[in-house]
């Protein structure tokens, strides 16, 4: 399937997947809900996943999508650390933690992935 839009790409369509699960486990938690500053931070850090592969297509050049894919995979770690906290603060069971982190793994599988197919083929960017 060729890549029109960045709309097309999967690990884009998974990201917003995450931000969704992200955003709704931020609404349903009454407790992160008015953890203000930590709710900003895992909210943004996930979608700063979704900006950066939709920014670096944008480029239309492999070299700067590489370097937006590398930021894209940095803001999935991020959230995923995140998780964490939310855990051990009790904003999230394990099983919904669980549920989102293995979103996020996704991602970046799909972004590393995604990531060396354009490595092997950035030979004149």
Known sequence: MKIERFE??????EARVLVKMVYDNAKNSTSLGK?????DQITAAAVSV????????SRRSNKEFIQFLFIAKASIAETQSH????????YLNKE??????????????????????????????
């Open 35 to 39: 953890d203000y500053r930590f709710k």
């Open 50 to 57: 979704m900006a950066n592969i939709s920014e670096g297509f």
């Open 83 to 90: 998780l964490y906290v939310a855990l051990d603060q009790g």
């Open 96 to 125: 919904k933690f669980n549920m989102v982190y293995q979103q996020a793994d996704k991602v970046a599988r799909l972004v590393s992935n995604f990531l060396t197919y354009l490595l092997k083929h950035n030979k004149h960017n």
């Open 8 to 13: 097309d790409i999967q690990a884009w369509q």
